[in-house]
């Protein structure tokens, strides 16, 4: 059993206290919300756990995440250990190695997956970092992990468990957009009368079976037709990160790109480019165009 | 000089007769509107045409221009020849050439490019059949087509005419997405300040001049940031042809599809596959949905 | 306990009879190869069969499917039912409904996932028909799918099945294209050290697990960077279908489609669309060409 | 008339010196390469040069450019100005315009295209910058600019000249995807028995003409078939640039993108993805995957 300072405990760090708390460990938990918060600053933190530290960070990636890991590298010491488990680009993983290695603070960024289910059935773990130093944080990846032999990797050097989550999004981005295609072309023809059971249907023998097409079924189990629901989606960065890193090392990415962009035109109202289609084809063809309101 | 009859006065109809009688050919034409049409009849038309006849049909793809194959088929006599200028499906012009060639009328298919400007600029040709059909209709092609060597073409056997203009329309989908695309882009940004006299300024010297970039400044001249235009793009059948006959073929589209793809979008007022993507993210990472209203 | 008369016993059909066998029931097969077969013509196979029959058709889809249900017509009585369990286009199936009925025979469609594995596993099934014609060939779909609630569904209307069947394979498209690109992509980058355990770690507790991640992990574990594949991947006409289906209902389907390109792309040894692409870069910025050898 | 000191003098450089030079201006050139140069050293290039000087940078973008201005920033007077005529990427110019402007010099970005062509067609310029320190440019843009009214454009601020001749040149990539996808198509059926002719067709009186479908009709006069090119197509940057842009404003890009993607491909010998596709089919389905070789 060890102690772990974690430091964020909104949705996801709150939950990933109570799950390392069930498997025995004693987690000493910081946030900006005093409600939330087992200790009132870092310096607390700091000073409630014993030398050497391991300390979890679990706040947004970005500005956040780097003030953190300043005030933490004034507050540690030699031999400690940070774990960013943020959703952070893993370009920033190895300038942040860098600061806390000049001051002989380890770090290891992690990856996790999970979302509201982590609680019960685990988070999924991509980290990476020095064995020595993902070592020492070990226990807290196996109280996290689900169940049974995956679920948790090393993934590699400082930077690769933030590039495998990033992958991971990637590739969810892209199998989101596969089962909403293709429940949109159901509910496009008459002869199909009954979607929501054919993609329940689906969830047993098929090739295409899996987690996301379980909630897919919850989902209109909730809502038949999603009418409730507007055709709007948000992107969270890591999405735009992975056609980055692609365009980066000349990866050809069709898939995972096109469900990017059908997320950005989702949230135009109007879509300039379309606009500029309407005009030309008026311009050349006679074709009437449709006015704003 | 020769006689030409000639069936659909619409929008691209009536200016072709005008061209075509600039030229000093006699055209007889035909519409179901009596106050465009010169016969009242398509027995009227044949019957004031000497044979052997050439007759043009002008008139929407599909059941119109099969219903006018159909009766031109009673109405003609062996030696005759009917070309179909309208926009029909490359397959359907192989039935109907041997529909005709059952009662020893040729049948030439003409894809037809130049919309409202084909009047003073000429219409570009693209046509398919016999060296002796399209031999017989040359005359027409000579004086539709733009001054100068380019801008018709005998580019094959029967159906080769509108393959060529549905590939040309399938093209000009993706080069419109691409100035669309770019054009967007430029407003979306600060530091450009004046994004039309951008596209002005591509007119001369670039890669990328073209016609239809002359129309976008047109358009932009008219409404620089088209505030009036609704981004909604309609399609009139040939671009998804082309993604159909590329299909046909394994050949991959990606540009052109992408153009088709954007099109069909621009429809839907709620996109369902974004109301799946939307529930899916909310299922597993309790993202907040927006409702419908 | 129920006959059925089993058309068709290659990889899918010989498995299917097995699977069956083993509810009870009792199945007569034919197939061409009399080493297969435990009838040697389609009229034995009727004539063993009590009426009122059911025969299910497991053979290629298109021209030996036709034929087949052609000589069914002629052998089967009515009251009868055939059933078409092949990878037929869901647009013959009313087109082999009609002319069955025409005799007063049923007709169900029916597609059928599960591949090596439905022996073992259960297949997925989903079909389409009469609520009448359904009912007489229950038993038999409770024998081939899987355990537990889901995994038939009846879909709707005659062709229902094959629809979902291959809406359900253009989603797979797009699901092996999406966990391609990450994979590469992984590969690609120097920090991530063991690519294959970080899929093996997503089969636990990720947004992504899923049977074809298992699968994944398979291949790897045979061939840990898919050194001895080659990049090459053959379709089976339901990706395109479910293109082509999509562009008669104007339903934007990227993600599916770029997964079916990549495939028609992977085929070429030598791109001809890049060759017009280096071609014009050569033509205007003078950059050199690659020649072929 | 004014004095130039133009520093890089390759193929768009000496081209570009000429140019200028037949307009009535005085040119100082710089090149590493001493048969190309006026003069030996940037210092000599400087103390040719009258104060206020002008300064024309045409080197290679990165670490060229950036010791170019390092120097130019060491040996430069206040009130002299700066040009960066060549691919940089648009973020470097707030840069150098920061730099530069701690010592009192003006910096002015400029995009060019016009490629081999651009001596005898002139150059099409989009520049960014200060009023003030185009205005001291003036008499260069008007010379190296094609005749008219069109070609050249004071796009915005710092910047804005290289990133409208970043779009131009994502544009591009679409629009030559755009054609090569319908040359291939053209070249794919049999009906269409000179493809070649066909293209020369489109360059009168069609909505696609443009230069890009001259230079295509320019290469198939050369090889009709391209069959002496191979389908592998580099890429500069700016493509990329491009869809880092779109993704930083979330803007859908489709046909750029795709078109990048494309040249990616080409220049795979066998695709890991594909591999992995191959893997995944042989896995589930037991479909034959192709060895390499």
């Excluded at 300390?55 to 774990?83: F, N, R, Y």
């Excluded at 893993?90 to 609680?119: M, N, P, Q, R, Y």
């Excluded at 892209?174 to 979607?195: F, H, K, N, P, R």
Aim: glycine share 12%.
């Amino acid at each position: 059993m060890m102690e772990l300072g974690l430091i964020g405990l909104g949705k996801m760090g709150g939950n990933m206290r109570e799950r390392i708390r069930r498997a025995g460990h004693t987690v000493i938990g910081y946030d900006r919300n005093p409600d939330l918060a087992d200790v009132h600053s870092l310096q607390e933190l700091v000073d409630k756990l014993e030398a050497p530290r391991v300390v979890w960070i679990m706040v947004p990636a970005g500005a956040a995440t780097q003030s953190t890991i300043d005030e933490l590298g004034e507050l540690l010491s030699p031999g400690d250990t940070v774990v960013d488990g943020g959703n952070s680009r893993w370009t920033d993983d190895e300038k942040h190695a860098e600061e806390l290695a000049a001051k002989s603070i380890g770090f290891v960024d992690c990856g996790v997956s999970g979302g509201v289910w982590g609680l019960e059935n685990g988070y999924a773990l991509m980290y990476g970092g020095d064995a020595e130093n993902v070592a020492k944080v070990r226990p807290i990846f196996d109280a996290l992990k689900p169940e049974g032999e995956s679920g948790a990797v090393h993934a590699g050097k400082v930077g690769a468990g933030h590039f495998a989550k990033m992958v991971h999004n990637g590739i969810e981005y892209a199998m989101m957009q596969a089962y909403a295609e293709g429940w949109e072309l159901l509910e496009a023809v008459d002869s199909v009368t009954d979607v929501r059971e054919v993609l329940r249907s689906w969830q047993s023998g098929t090739v295409i079976r899996s987690w996301l097409l379980d909630l897919a079924v919850n989902a209109l189990d909730a809502d038949e037709h999603l009418t409730k629901i507007r055709g709007y989606a948000a992107d969270s960065g890591e999405g735009r990160w992975t056609v980055e890193a692609a365009i980066d090392h000349a990866v050809p990415l069709p898939a995972i790109t096109s469900a990017l962009f059908a997320r950005f035109a989702s949230r135009q109202d109007d879509s300039p480019q379309m606009k500029m289609v309407a005009a030309l084809r008026n311009q050349f063809g006679g074709h009437a165009v449709e006015n704003t309101k």
